[in-house]
């Protein structure tokens, strides 16, 4: 990859955002707009469309318009599948502008971001396009004399709330499936990160998606957001975001239509490595790479680190050894390894919880602060905790920041006690090169991902949800296309 075209594309002038709403771009109804700050150095990078709930209500009946005309539904499957591989075949094209311009606004570093952004976002599009005419419907076991149909059909229009951290990967795992059944969505981008699923919005309208198949519009999450959920209109409402708003979600559609609400939500997961790991020096790298990419702002990250007692101070070391040498820095340089903290806000967070962590009885083992204050960006070091005790705070609460937690274990019971000792269970992972054990903590793990000898890396092809507070519903692999069809049973007399 080359810099000198990174850096020409990280210098252009970023043109204000409107809405797209029926294929058109749109000013706010009342003409706000609202700032973009880059957390690369805390400047102005452009604006966004200041959303109202007039705009929402406009985006969700363009939505309705275009599902009840089946201008996309009622297109033959192969007519459907061409539109999404054209879709994916310009979101590789234009794969370092998206990249840049989401790293301009989010902070997570340009190495992740290629891959983990548009690569990953045009290969799920990929993915769901191909099963468009790959995806039957069942006929029933029934007596003689009658038959069973079970008809696969969309459920109409598709509320998504997207978060900040990975915007088009995450994004696509939510826009893919939803359309390759045929549904209309609504896109919330989150308020901090709209930019490149904005453009990526764009590129779907110029592979030929109809007008009003995808709308998007930009916004406070506590106003567009909210009019999203409170809608009488819209029918699935897919969320990926903080427990706090999760909850509201789930009240709003109470309040409203009763709409199908799915959750991706926090994490708190626990990376165990047992004495007897194939690695142990691999199982340091990678535990360290596993909690401090983009910053910590990875849902799945391996938050806490649990180290049998054996093996834990020089195990401890490495990891620290590795967190030490990875390079924080410049987002847009293809050697920083740890980009940008999303907000101001989120680093005052951060920092935060290292303080209550030493309160409560945590020790640094390295990093702990801010770092390169003098770019006027947000940036923070590698921070490893150890002594961290199971009830404190650290062990407990989601960071979404590049803060390790770490604590020893005795046994294998000890380990599977601590693990899930959560009102999470999003991800985990084990390190053993004992395989029996590996299966037992596979099945005694509470979680929706466990890792085995590796952590992070699932591709589009296997299920991503949570378990307790993590969530509900999973995103990626054909089981994510349950969330966006309804059975329709038809029951014929012969
Ligand atoms: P957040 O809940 O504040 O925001 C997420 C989205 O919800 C944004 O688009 C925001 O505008 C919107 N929103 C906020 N308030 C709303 C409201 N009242 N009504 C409707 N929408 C509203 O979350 P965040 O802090 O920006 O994101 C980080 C969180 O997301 C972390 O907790 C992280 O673990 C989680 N996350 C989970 C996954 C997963 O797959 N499970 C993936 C990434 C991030």
């Known amino acids: 990859m080359d810099q000198a075209a990174i850096d020409a594309l990280g210098n252009l002038t970023v043109p204000a955002q409107r809405h797209i709403i029926n294929g058109q771009t749109v000013a706010a109804s009342d003409g706000q707009d609202m700032e973009v700050l880059s957390p690369l150095n805390g400047q102005r990078l452009t ?61 997570t570093e340009i190495s992740m971001a290629l891959k983990a952004e548009p690569g990953s976002a045009a290969a799920t599009i990929r993915y769901y396009a191909e099963a468009i005419d790959k995806h039957y419907g069942e006929i029933a076991p029934t007596q003689d004399g009658f038959l069973g149909l079970i008809h696969k059909e969309p459920v109409g229009v598709v509320g998504a709330i997207i ?24 896109l919330k981008p989150a308020e901090t990160a709209s930019l490149s699923l904005m453009r990526l919005v764009e590129l779907a309208h110029e592979a030929g998606l109809p007008p009003g198949v995808l709308n998007a519009v930009t916004g ?37 239509n009763l709409k199908r609400v799915y959750l991706e939500l926090g994490g708190k997961s626990p990376n165990i490595v047992f004495a007897d790991a194939p690695d142990l020096q691999e199982a340091a790298k990678v535990a360290a790479f596993g909690i401090f990419r983009n910053a910590g702002q990875v849902c799945v990250a391996g938050s806490r680190l649990l180290v049998e007692a054996a093996i834990h101070d020089d195990f401890v070391a490495e990891v620290a050894r590795v967190a030490e040498a990875m390079k924080v820095g410049n987002p847009l340089d293809l050697s920083t390894e740890i ?34 204050q003098e770019t006027g960006g947000y940036f923070m070091a590698p921070t490893i905790i150890t002594d961290v005790a199971p009830k404190a705070t650290l062990a407990q609460q989601e960071v979404f920041g590049p803060v390790l937690a770490v604590t020893p274990f005795n046994d294998e019971a000890d380990a599977i006690r601590l693990a899930n000792d959560s009102i999470y269970g999003l991800a985990g992972g084990v390190w053993t ?46 089981h994510a296309l349950e969330k966006y069809t309804n059975l329709k049973t038809a029951w014929i007399k012969l």
Not at 238 to 247: I, L
Not at 356 to 368: Q, S
């Open 163 to 186: 978060p900040w951290n990975f915007p088009l990967m995450i994004g696509a795992w939510k826009l893919a499936p939803a359309l390759a059944m045929g549904n209309s969505v609504v």
């Open 220 to 256: 406070e999450g506590p106003v567009v957001g909210e009019a999203m959920a409170l809608s009488m209109d819209v029918d699935v409402l897919v969320f990926t975001g903080s427990g706090g708003t999760g909850r509201r979600l789930l009240t709003y559609a109470a309040q409203s």
């Open 339 to 372: 980009g940008a903290v999303n907000s101001e806000n989120q680093l005052r967070q951060n920092l935060q919880f290292v303080t209550t962590a030493v309160e409560e009885g945590g020790t640094i083992a390295t990093g702990g602060g801010q770092v390169l």
């Open 47 to 107: 604006t966004v469309a200041k959303g109202t709930k007039a705009d929402m209500d406009a985006a969700v009946a363009a939505a309705r318009a275009a599902f009840e005309d089946r201008r996309w539904a009622g297109q033959t499957p192969a007519a459907r599948k061409n539109i999404l591989l054209k879709w994916a075949e310009l979101i590789d094209t234009h794969a370092l502008e998206l990249a840049v311009l989401g790293v301009r606004d989010n902070g």
């Open 433 to 478: 090169a004992n395989l029996s054990r590996a299966h037992r903590m596979i099945g005694a793990v509470r979680t929706g991902v466990i890792h085995v000898n590796t952590y992070g890396g699932p591709d589009v092809t296997v299920p991503l949800g949570g378990v307790g507070q993590s969530g509900n519903g999973h995103d990626k692999s054909l």
